[in-house]
């Protein structure tokens, strides 16, 4: 990031942008092509429905969480027919509910998820789902801002034909790029979709992007630390970088456990956060704010209805076995000076026991 | 650029983005309500269409160069019924033909132009523009992405009701912010608007924003860069900011014309690049290449069909007269050796004798 801006129309920067674009392919271990927007995510979310399908297209939306419900109204404000599948916060749609809605509408062009619902810390089966939507003519679109880098996503063999991501999550940059991978099956949406766009124009983006260039204004600086963190993360691999956010999740779930916390979302192991329900009695906010306030650490409070009842410890990027012991000593320390009892020494034990138990370490992101 | 990264659900996030929506206001010197998109300039000029028109719209749109194209493009993608308006490439489109269409369309509902059209140095009236525009049920929409900063805009008076800016010209910050200003005359055109969006919604943004925050995950970095850049150009004064970028323009036009080299829009004086034709039998991109090589500088071939044979220097955000002296010398020194005839320092004494000509300079942009 500190790195001095470049003009975007000049062969130095064509030469960046597309080691990015070939980077991320390559990190993201797809055969598909790779596009990128400057936009938040959610950008790319929407550039998916506008570009591939058209008013009153039938689609499913696995909706667990605040970003289902973000699928929800991109569904809606597109006008398309979307059967809502719900499950309450903290648990996940099975795949075999999304095989059900499938066959009752064999006319479904596109079934949508979170692979990791950031809002509730669950995670998605998109293997199974994705091998049953492979057997269908719809695609399969996942959102997995946070869920790439931190859960192994097997794009190509799953039949993910969407898979979109974020800067500022597992790549450890700063929030303002999206970028998505989509398959020869999505591609051929986009032959036959009528929803209108402009900024976001996925086949104009394809043919820029082989041209080294971006349709529009590339933002730059982002796209050079784009291109730092990707250089870190190929050095790294990608399966270190994912077994290390794994490790440090079931850390976090061992550690909450032996404190007496209960877990949000038990039934999703290895997701990029864990949702931990707060002391019956003690608002989670109060947890949040202490962290900032003692520690100068941020974790996440829950969102929406969620406020005040989970807190939330992310393991992407960045995040190492360093971090989540001060973290969860941090946590004791805040527990027992709001009155939950706590025998310190507790959670940090829990976690150096999965750390003990792993024979071989994932290179870590220590820097 | 260089302070760490700060989480966007902050309280000091939400001061910080509150400060850069009011101070930006408050530097385009406008009442009407201020919105930030993380996304190139193109994504507010899309943002404007999809979120105030609707298909089928009679609207006009002023094309005189590339930018003006985008318009159409915009215009055609979402399915309004556009009249184009265009000039040759370095003319302009006149008030009276904009006046001219009106009466003959009296249902048009908007016209589109640029204040500044970056791709051959022209520069609209967007004031008598404006002022006529205001008599109408129309509402005037203006990319301003390379004007604001270095023309005059008065965006109340004049009739301005969307004016787009963006983060990497006058406010001299890397690319990936867009903003836009909005009349009340505008905000009604989003109550009938029935274009579908998502991403960018205008009246989300308003309302996320009187709360301190965007609707998606705002880029950060270039948040807190705009920030710093507003107090800056606050502490300048945007018309010291203009009227250094208005003299710029003089200085290059005259020195440029003392090298015998013809202007590419020698109507528009006051813009925020200078397009020049090649000499006879040059190719502009060898100049472009010789700035690059011999001194390190980037300035713009001509765009499209325009390669080759004009170059353009910009005079915005951080130019100076310190940076014009040495372009214009370097000019001189490229010309000579590609067979150009020059008397060296001609050019140079052109800029000096401008420099001289004002009694009480700018304060300007040196930092």
């Known amino acids: 990031m500190m790195a001095s801006d470049i003009h975007h129309r000049t062969e130095d920067f064509r030469k960046i942008y597309r080691s990015a674009l070939s980077d991320l392919k390559e990190v993201m271990g797809t055969s598909h092509d790779v ?66 809605a499938l066959a009752q509408e064999p006319a479904t062009k596109g079934v949508f998820v979170q692979a990791s619902e950031t809002s509730t810390g669950a995670a998605h089966d998109v293997e199974a789902m994705g091998r049953a939507i492979a057997r269908t003519g719809a695609i399969f679109v996942v959102d997995a801002i946070t869920g790439l880098g931190t859960m192994p996503l097997d794009i190509d063999g799953w039949g993910l034909d969407v898979l979109i991501g974020g800067s500022q999550k597992a790549f450890m940059i700063p929030p303002g790029l999206a970028f998505m991978s989509i398959s020869p099956k999505a591609w051929k949406f986009s032959e036959t979709a009528t929803l209108p766009h402009f900024y976001f124009n996925l086949k104009k983006e394809k043919k820029s992007g082989d041209a080294g260039e971006s349709s529009w204004t590339p933002a730059t600086s982002l796209i050079l630390a784009l291109a730092e963190a990707l250089r870190y993360v190929k050095q790294l691999g990608m399966p270190n970088l994912i077994e290390n956010a794994q490790l440090l999740a079931r850390g976090t779930r061992a550690a909450v456990q032996a404190l007496g916390l209960e877990l949000f979302s038990p039934g999703s192991p290895g997701s990029s956060v864990t949702a931990v329900k707060a002391p019956a009695g003690m608002d989670s906010g109060v947890i949040v704010k202490e962290f900032r306030n003692r520690f100068g650490a941020i974790i996440a409070n829950g969102q929406g209805s ?31 000076a709001n009155g939950h009892p706590v025998k310190f020494g507790t959670g940090v034990a829990a976690v150096e026991e999965i750390y003990s138990s792993v024979a071989v370490k994932p290179k870590t992101v220590s820097v």
């Open 35 to 100: 596009l990128l927007f400057a936009a938040s995510g959610t950008g790319a979310m929407d550039a998916t429905v506008s570009n591939l399908f058209s008013k009153g297209d039938k689609v499913i939306v696995c909706c667990a969480g605040k970003f289902g419900e973000r699928w929800v109204d991109i569904a809606k404000a597109y006008g398309l027919d979307a059967t809502v599948l719900s499950a309450p916060y903290g648990e996940v749609i099975t795949p075999a509910q999304v095989e059900a």
């Open 306 to 336: 969620m406020k005040g009842q989970i807190f939330r410890i992310a393991h992407l990027g960045y995040f190492d076995f360093a971090d989540l012991f001060a973290v969860i000593a941090g946590l004791e320390i805040i527990l027992h």
